[in-house]
Nanobody, 118 residues
Framework: QVQLIESGGGLVQAGGSLRLSCAAS????????MGWFRQAPGKGREFVAS????????IYADSGKGRFTISRDNAKNTVYLQMNSLKPEDTALYYC???????????WGQGTQVTVSS
């Protein structure tokens, strides 16, 4: 498994931007697909975005499409989520997840809080 630590969350006004980072431990990071999920109070965890091991393939949920960008820097063992034009409905605890080959989302970070004020 891999250990994941998210950072970059905080309080931002509607229309603002944040960049979340997820630092991964271990030498196997480059072999993992990575993803971002979020969970608002009283709601289930929902998918936000994912990126393949090479960074060549990305998938976005409709909620963030056109506003969010996922990227990774394998040399730094880090995946990012750039969030622009933030809306109050983006308020949630954001989790980073790793997917080892043959097992979907096997490892999770502790989460970082994003709060968007209106």
């Amino acid at each position: 498994q891999v250990q994941l630590i998210e950072s970059g969350g905080g309080l931002v006004q509607a229309g603002g931007s944040l960049r979340l980072s997820c630092a991964a431990s271990g030498r196997t990071f480059s072999n993992y697909a990575m993803g971002w999920f979020r969970q608002a109070p009283g709601k289930g965890r929902e998918f936000v975005a994912s990126i393949s091991w090479s960074g060549g393939s990305t998938i976005y949920a409709d909620s963030g499409k056109g506003r969010f960008t996922i990227s990774r820097d394998n040399a730094k063992n880090t995946v990012y989520l750039q969030m622009n034009s933030l809306k109050p409905e983006d308020t949630a605890l954001y989790y980073c997840a790793a997917s080892k080959p043959g097992s979907r989302w096997s490892d999770w970070g502790q989460g970082t809080q994003v709060t968007v004020s209106s």
